[in-house]
């Protein structure tokens, strides 16, 4: 962390704590929308709702909002929030929520991997283990799955890599190119381009014949309000704070505390948490470690 104010110091982790609470219950969210929705309604929704929440910050700070850098907005909606949402619906129908938090802590070595090739961030010997470590975890989770057994078939966990490529994409935009800008005014103007297309795809889905007659349709729905309000709305603003007052990496540190949230998560939910899922969550997370050591 970069700012050596002892007071902002203790508030920038007090909200890598609080964002890291979030972001780690949403996995199982995920998994009960998933109960009554497919994945591709699911992920509309939360993206939809999201977008609603943002409307009246948008025309508050619209005259805020700096459109020569739309490319940028546009760029934070998609990576940020748009195509992870698909894809971790879509991953989490055929791998555990735990399974997905622990490798959502592939995002700080992405974040890294991108400041290299793209944003001319320093490179050294040390991040290149980092990031080797951490893959490493990846494989492990990539090999022994959902149950702990041997399984190199389950390619739905690259899906959830994808994800964090985006993740990492979105936070490097940020820290970047959008430092002047107030970190709610960024969201706001981030989410509502989505809203429309968002609209008009879930009106052409089954949504409202599955909210009328599935048993689990209005648990479900309150699941994903929950994630859309919490994991999507209030955390994308706080991460983006965060991004913009501390830097892009140390913001993405968030991964250390949510897998181990999703992990208690699934625990409580009855998941299979095995030898193999705490290896290589602690790869990966020794392999962020490494790469942030001498920074």
Same mark, same amino acid.
């Given at each position: 962390?970069?700012?050596?104010?002892?007071?902002? %110091? @203790?508030?920038?982790?007090?909200?890598?704590?609080?964002?890291?609470?979030?972001?780690?219950?949403?996995?199982?969210?995920?998994?009960?929308?998933?109960?009554?929705?497919?994945?591709?309604?699911?992920?509309? $929704?939360?993206?939809?709702?999201?977008?609603?929440?943002?409307?009246?910050?948008?025309?508050?700070?619209?005259? %805020?909002? %700096?459109?020569?850098?739309?490319?940028?907005?546009?760029?934070?909606?998609?990576?940020?929030?748009?195509?992870?949402?698909?894809?971790?619906?879509?991953?989490?129908?055929?791998?555990?929520?735990?399974?997905?938090?622990?490798?959502?802590?592939?995002? *700080?070595?992405?974040? @890294? =991997?991108?400041?290299?090739?793209?944003?001319?961030?320093?490179?050294?010997?040390?991040?290149?283990?980092?990031?080797?470590?951490?893959?490493?975890?990846?494989?492990? @989770?990539?090999?022994?799955?959902?149950?702990?057994?041997?399984?190199?078939?389950?390619?739905?966990?690259?899906?959830?890599?994808?994800?964090?490529?985006?993740?990492?994409?979105?936070?490097?935009?940020?820290?970047?190119?959008?430092? %002047?800008?107030?970190?709610?005014?960024?969201?706001?103007?981030?989410?509502? *381009?989505?809203?429309?297309?968002? $609209? =008009?795809?879930?009106?052409?889905?089954?949504?409202?014949?599955?909210?009328?007659?599935?048993?689990?349709?209005?648990?479900?729905?309150?699941?994903?309000?929950?994630?859309?309000?919490?994991?999507?709305?209030?955390?994308?603003?706080?991460?983006?704070?965060?991004?913009?007052?501390?830097?892009?990496?140390?913001?993405?540190?968030?991964?250390?505390?949510?897998?181990?949230?999703? =992990?208690?998560?699934?625990?409580?939910?009855?998941?299979?948490?095995?030898?193999?899922?705490?290896?290589?969550?602690? $790869?990966?997370?020794?392999?962020?470690?490494?790469?942030?050591?001498?920074?």
């Amino acid at each position: 962390m970069t700012n050596t104010d002892n007071s902002v %110091d @203790l508030k920038g982790w007090g909200a890598l704590f609080l964002l890291s609470l979030i972001w780690g219950s949403s996995f199982i969210l995920i998994k009960k929308g998933l109960v009554a929705y497919p994945p591709e309604i699911m992920a509309t $929704l939360r993206i939809l709702i999201a977008c609603i929440a943002f409307v009246p910050i948008f025309f508050i700070r619209y005259k %805020d909002i %700096d459109w020569s850098k739309f490319k940028y907005l546009i760029t934070v909606g998609l990576a940020g929030t748009a195509l992870p949402s698909y894809l971790f619906a879509f991953a989490q129908t055929k791998i555990t929520s735990s399974v997905a938090g622990v490798l959502n802590s592939l995002t *700080p070595l992405f974040v @890294l =991997l991108l400041g290299i090739l793209f944003f001319k961030q320093a490179f050294s010997g040390a991040k290149l283990l980092g990031v080797l470590i951490g893959l490493i975890g990846a494989v492990v @989770l990539v090999a022994f799955g959902n149950e702990g057994a041997l399984q190199f078939g389950n390619w739905y966990v690259f899906l959830i890599i994808l994800a964090t490529i985006f993740y990492a994409t979105s936070a490097n935009t940020v820290h970047h190119h959008l430092q %002047d800008m107030n970190s709610v005014t960024i969201s706001a103007a981030a989410f509502i *381009p989505l809203g429309i297309p968002a $609209l =008009l795809y879930l009106l052409t889905t089954d949504f409202f014949t599955i909210f009328q007659t599935h048993e689990a349709a209005t648990i479900s729905l309150l699941y994903i309000i929950l994630l859309s309000l919490a994991s999507t709305v209030m955390a994308s603003v706080l991460f983006f704070q965060l991004v913009k007052k501390t830097n892009a990496v140390f913001a993405s540190l968030v991964a250390y505390f949510i897998p181990v949230i999703a =992990l208690l998560w699934g625990a409580i939910d009855g998941e299979p948490i095995t030898l193999f899922h705490i290896i290589g969550m602690a $790869l990966i997370l020794i392999g962020v470690y490494v790469t942030k050591r001498k920074e």
